[in-house]
């Protein structure tokens, strides 16, 4: 499928989606309509997902080309011949479907593997974590191609600063991952060959926690963004009282206070 999303085979809690239109995962109307599709499915007890490539790095992987990026950005062979009022709807649906993973319950993290551009970056930006090679090109080069950038663009503005994110949508030049991650806008930047390792380091970090407080962290978080700082912090308060008299509030605590690893086994 163009588009999968199916369940860890070792923790029901976590997901995995994948990307899997071309070797580009350029973004045509079908392919956005699939991504909207599928991010609505992602099942509501899955607290960790990634979101990735669905195509393999090399084995023994040396170079960025030997590690599949996430998405090259919109399809402009679909879209050069657009009208106004043809590409409205195409890019309120781009919108909603990066939107949609941005709102995801689960914790998300991003694989943006050997690049990043347009639509591709703005996807990466609306997830919770995301992880590049060193050597990655992320950018977005919509000003080159005619457009502005404004999907998930202000995303930018928080994760790199005013400056910094105005020079790359001005500019529309790439930086490589290694800078993407001295200014921010990725967590984590690694050589090739530990790319996956590390994308796995980050899921088995996040899948260790109680799969119910992240899910209300991340609710939080939304929170914060979308109803200002005190209304956010109002409804925080109320998250946190509503984290005690759970198995998971018990457990963690417990094995806090003994020096162990908490075992979570339910919601």
């Not at 703005?122 to 590049?132: G, P, S």
């Not at 991952?177 to 806008?185: H, T, V």
């Not at 590390?198 to 899921?203: E, I, K, N, T, Y």
Request: one cysteine or more; charged letters at 25%; glycine letters at 10%.
């Amino acid at each position: 499928m163009p588009v999968d999303c199916t369940r860890d085979d070792e923790r029901d809690h976590v997901a995995h989606m994948t990307l899997d239109f071309g070797r580009l995962n350029l973004f045509s109307p079908e392919a956005i309509a699939e991504l909207r599709r599928v991010g609505d499915l992602v099942p509501d007890d899955v607290s960790v997902l990634t979101v990735s490539s669905g195509y393999p790095a090399e084995d023994g992987a040396e170079t960025a080309d030997d590690v599949p990026g996430l998405s090259a950005g919109l399809d402009l062979t679909a879209a050069k011949d657009l009208s106004a009022d043809e590409a409205r709807p195409v890019i309120r649906d781009l919108h909603a479907a990066i939107a949609g993973i941005r709102d995801c319950d689960a914790v998300t993290v991003c694989g943006c593997g050997s690049y990043a551009f347009g639509a591709g970056l703005e996807l990466a930006m609306a997830c919770d974590v995301r992880v590049a090679t060193a050597d990655a090109a992320l950018g977005l080069p919509e000003v080159d191609v005619g457009l502005v950038t404004g999907i998930q663009g202000g995303l930018l503005v928080r994760l790199v600063g005013l400056a910094a994110a105005k020079e790359l949508i001005y500019t529309g030049v790439p930086v490589s991952g290694a800078e993407a991650a001295d200014l921010g806008l990725v967590n984590e930047a690694v050589p090739p060959d530990e790319y996956d390792a590390a994308v796995d380091r980050w899921v088995d970090r996040l899948a260790a926690k109680s799969p119910h407080v992240l899910r209300r962290q991340k609710a939080v978080f939304r929170g914060w963004r979308s109803e200002g700082l005190e209304r956010g912090v109002e409804e925080s308060v109320a998250a946190i009282a509503d984290c005690f008299d759970t198995h998971d509030q018990a457990e963690a605590m417990a094995a806090f206070l003994e020096g162990r690893e908490p075992n979570f086994t339910g919601q």
